[in-house]
T-cell receptor
Framework: SAVISQKPSRDICQRGTSLTIQCQVD?????MFWYRQQPGQSLTLIATANQGSEATYESGFVIDKFPISRPNLTFSTLTVSNMSPEDSSIYLC???????????FGPGTRLTVL | GENVEQHPSTLSVQEGDSAVIKCTYSDSASNYFPWYKQELGKRPQLIID?????GEKKDQRIAVTLNKTAKHFSLHITETQPEDSAVYFCAASSRSSASKIIFGSGTRLSIRP
């Protein structure tokens, strides 16, 4: 498995502001994924982030709201922009470390928007 | 796109009994089916997975079966223990969809002492 860390682990933010979440992996990985998990719900894929190319967003998610950076093979950021209370969720990154389709998850960032 | 349905949404079993969670998928190109366990406040943890070239896989008290024709796969937990209490997610992915994993809606499993 991979060692994956996320920062911050949790945050409380005011509506209209933005928060950038960092995901760090202990080894180089080609594909990184960002998920949202709303309270009591399943995981929904936001986007796939590959190093050196634009992120690929899923239906219902747009770059202006969730800009993603992938500057190298061990790091990615997800920004939640112009936040509203509906953005209150847990945001998780995951990686396919071994190119085996198996994804391992970071610990998540619990975001509360007031 | 892929759609994964999971049943039941909640399941309560007596300690020592077996638990079965069932999922169906829609994309016939799906070839990888992981199961994740998520304890309260924790990240999802992979507990077992199966690929489309096998019909069954077992790891101690947990097993997964796959019926490609019917597009069904199931998780079986035998001799359940209190620490099995968690939310379980099935998922499906395919290389044709860039290895994206699509998750089921989850099953909250409670083990009664």
């Amino acid at each position: 498995s991979a060692v994956i860390s996320q920062k911050p682990s949790r945050d409380i933010c005011q509506r209209g502001t933005s928060l950038t979440i960092q995901c760090q992996v202990d080894s180089q990985v080609t594909m990184m994924f960002w998920y949202r998990q709303q309270p009591g719900q399943s995981l929904t894929l936001i986007a796939t982030a590959n190093q050196g190319s634009e992120a690929t967003y899923e239906s219902g998610f747009v770059i202006d709201k969730f800009p993603i950076s992938r500057p190298n093979l061990t790091f990615s950021t997800l920004t939640v922009s112009n936040m509203s209370p509906e953005d209150s969720s847990i945001y998780l990154c995951s990686v396919d470390r071994d190119k085996t389709d198996t994804q391992y998850f970071g610990p998540g960032t619990r975001l509360t928007v007031l | 796109g892929e759609n994964v349905e999971q049943h039941p949404s909640t399941l309560s079993v007596q300690e020592g009994d077996s638990a079965v969670i069932k999922c169906t998928y829609s994309d016939s190109a799906s070839n990888y089916f992981p199961w994740y366990k998520q304890e309260l406040g924790k990240r999802p943890q992979l507990i077992i997975d199966i690929r489309s070239n096998v019909g069954e896989k077992k790891d101690q008290r947990i097993a997964v079966t796959l019926n490609k024709t019917a597009k069904h796969f199931s998780l079986h937990i035998t001799e359940t223990q209190p620490e099995d209490s968690a939310v379980y997610f099935c998922a499906a992915s395919s290389r044709s969809s860039a290895s994206k994993i699509i998750f089921g809606s989850g099953t909250r499993l409670s083990i009664r002492p």
